[in-house]
């Protein structure tokens, strides 16, 4: 089983302010990364599909930065609001010829009003 | 509305009666998984399926079956449940609509079924 690790597991940030977190994962096979947001009592959303190593991605205010040759993913949040809190999930792909995604244990945000 | 459900989205078994948890999307989508989500673990994969007829294992698939007849539905079967499968099991489906499935869809995720086993 692959590990994939998310840093840190919990996070609390004043209203207003930017954040970010990490999503690290085997370098080697790669072959995409996954971020979705979940939501107490709802389903995980999927917020970008990366496969390229460089690859930057940008939703409103959050936006996530991709490095496959050291195995490591940025998620950031720029101006927390209180509906960004949420569960970040981070979600690894490898080229073994299947379709097997390997999720992260999550980073847990809370924003502070 | 495109979506993926799931039914139930609560049940309380006992041990070694056989349920079954549906899941069936709406989107035509050819890739479908099933999760478990428990305290601490994350979301650990139990079975997918890449299209009708084809399923494979994820990381736990024991005490679990399921088939892919059609390609809206994907059950997930417990033949003998067991406390341990006490657990949220999310249902997901993705597309192909952007090259090779999971390399460059994302997947979409049903309400969440919670299951208790006694």
């Known amino acids: 089983i692959l590990n994939v ?35 107490t009592a709802k389903s995980p959303e999927a917020l ?8 930057e991605k940008k939703k409103g205010r959050i936006s996530a930065t991709l490095n ?37 244990t999550g980073t847990r945000l809370t924003i502070i009003p | ?43 650990r994969q139990i079975y997918y399926s890449m299209n009708v007829e084809v399923t494979d294992k994820g990381d736990v698939p024991e005490g679990y079956k399921v088939s892919r007849k059609e390609k809206r ?6 033949e003998s449940p067991s406390p341990n499968q006490t657990s949220l099991y999310f249902c997901a489906s993705s597309s192909g609509d952007r090259g090779p499935l999971l390399s ?4 979409f995720f049903g309400p969440g079924t919670r299951l208790t086993v006694l």
């Open chain 1, 48 to 55: 970008f599909v990366m496969t390229l190593n460089g690859d």
């Open chain 2, 73 to 78: 539905n994907f059950p997930l079967i417990l």
């Open chain 2, 1 to 43: 509305e495109a979506q993926v459900t799931q039914n139930p989205r609560y049940l309380i078994t006992v041990t070694g009666k056989k349920l079954t948890v549906t899941c069936s999307q709406n989107m035509n989508h050819e890739y479908m998984s099933w999760y478990r989500q428990d305290p601490g673990l994350g979301l």
């Open chain 1, 68 to 104: 496959t040759k050291e195995g490591y993913s940025y998620l950031y949040i720029k101006g927390s609001q209180p509906e960004d809190s949420a569960t970040y999930l981070c979600a690894f792909l490898t080229n073994f010829g299947n379709e097997k995604l390997t999720f992260g």
């Open chain 1, 5 to 39: 690790e998310q840093s840190p597991q919990s996070l609390h940030v004043q209203e207003g302010d930017s954040t970010n977190f990490t999503c690290s994962f085997p370098s080697s096979n790669f072959y995409a990364l996954h971020w979705y947001r979940w939501e």
């Open chain 2, 104 to 107: 460059y869809n994302e997947q």
